[in-house]
């Protein structure tokens, strides 16, 4: 098996000390019955000599071999002696120790308790992690003793309550007792699992452990509701995030001009494309940074959906302004011919669209809580686009325009404001916002022709709930209705979510049709 530098060069200085552990130990690692193996990996981690960790480490790595009642591991130039250190030929006949999946987990657990004496912190402190859950009682001692001799504020916790599994059953009452009562500050459902049985009279018998048992359980179940509390909220800012972008577009098309456009879910299906075709070019022309896909993607998605916006609006949308039932008819003819077109292009299935290495992983707030950086930077790059909006909305000639036509569009020809072709230029910018939303999209969901449609009617009740035309009021639209949804569908259920949402849409725009925030102008007072 390949090593690298590192490991060659650590297993060839540290092998002279594994004279320490104990060499019965040692031999038994080679037995035959896995529990004397096992039995023998517990005992030299609770040891923790020196040279422990780099034998252990070669017999994970499959680097350890026995010929007779010998042991040599391989250090990627030759092999020593497990014992002396000393470099020694490997013996005819020779075979590697057996390791299968139960050892390889002891190991990984032992390797690990070793690993909290390192020098290093960062070392240290994954090694903390690694070991909050399914930690034995074998590595009690080992636990007591890095937690007793750790001073950093972080850490020692971590060791805290790694100790207190190890001794949740431990024959002394009272020590179960200590355990019980540390865990209870840990929020895990490892933890919940370890602790339900000490509930029971059948499991545990003494009345204070389980009184404290009961009390821990309550402590973590109110811990993990909010938690899941908070990472539904999160959830449902990615998806709100998602929803604004889409429904952006929506406003500024639909307070501009009007129209219903029933093919604005493929806009986003389009930028979401040009993320897949951009991740194809770079896979095939620029392999070594083919993490840049993606900001790459973002100006071609933007400008393939709003040449797309444009086509569609100089070809059909024009000649039916003022019809708002060819109008829906003739969008959805479009959104029809788009979907077929992807299907040509691209095929019926699925594509896949991969995060670059930056997006992935998360941050970890709480034990149970991670925020995955794909969802937080999408929920960047949709306060970006929203904060370029404003900027282009109230702070450009363009912007000065398309709220003079939004408000009043005979008023502002007369002034000389250029209608038709201020409504193109907002047909393209609300197509090429949403291109953006589908390349937030392809990020977190699945790319294929029929993507858009699902979006299509979250966007228009945003648009309608937000107030037509009102860029605030989508922003809150957007938010609210991404956050309740994935709070009621933990709670819920998907499809029953989506009802209840529905029917508060109902009643909302019942009891205020004008939106969240009234739009003022030729659309008010109609």
Known sequence: MKKTLFSL???????????????????QLAADDNSDKIAAIQQLAAAAEPGTATLLQAMADDSLFVAGDRLFVFTGDG???ALSGAPAELPEGADSVTVNNRLRGELANALAALKLFDADRAVRLAAARELQSQVGAELAGVLAKARDQESDGEIRPLLALAHAQATLQDADPAVRLAAVRTLADAAS???????????DASRESDRAVRDAAVLALKSIERSLAWMDTLAGIFSGLSLGSILLLAALGLAITYGVMGIINMAHGELLMIGAYSAYAM???????FPDHVDWYLPAAIPVAFFAAAAVGVLMERTVIRWLYGRTLETLLATWGLSLILIQ???VLFGAQNV??????WMSGGVELLPNLILPWNRVIIIGFALFVLFLVWV?????RLGMFVRAVTQN??????????????????????AGIAGLGGVALSQISNVGPDMGQGYIVDSFMVVVVGGVGQLAGAVWAALGLGIFSKLLEGWAGAVIAKIMILVAIIIFIQKRPQGIFALKGRFADQ
Do not use: W
């Open 392 to 396: 282009l909305m109230n702070k450009t």
């Open 341 to 343: 077109a992807a299907r």
């Open 279 to 285: 991740q194809s070019l770079f896979r095939a022309y």
């Open 189 to 199: 459902p490892a933890v919940k699992s370890l602790l339900l049985p000490l509930t």
């Open 352 to 357: 896949e669209v991969a995060n670059p290495s």
């Open 409 to 430: 569009r005979a008023m502002a020809g007369c002034v000389g404001v250029p209608t038709a072709r201020i409504d193109t230029m907002a047909f393209a910018l609300g």
């Open 79 to 81: 092999h020593v002696d």
């Open 9 to 27: 060069l650590l297993s060839v200085f540290c092998l002279g000390a594994l004279a320490a552990p104990d060499p019965a130990l040692v031999r």
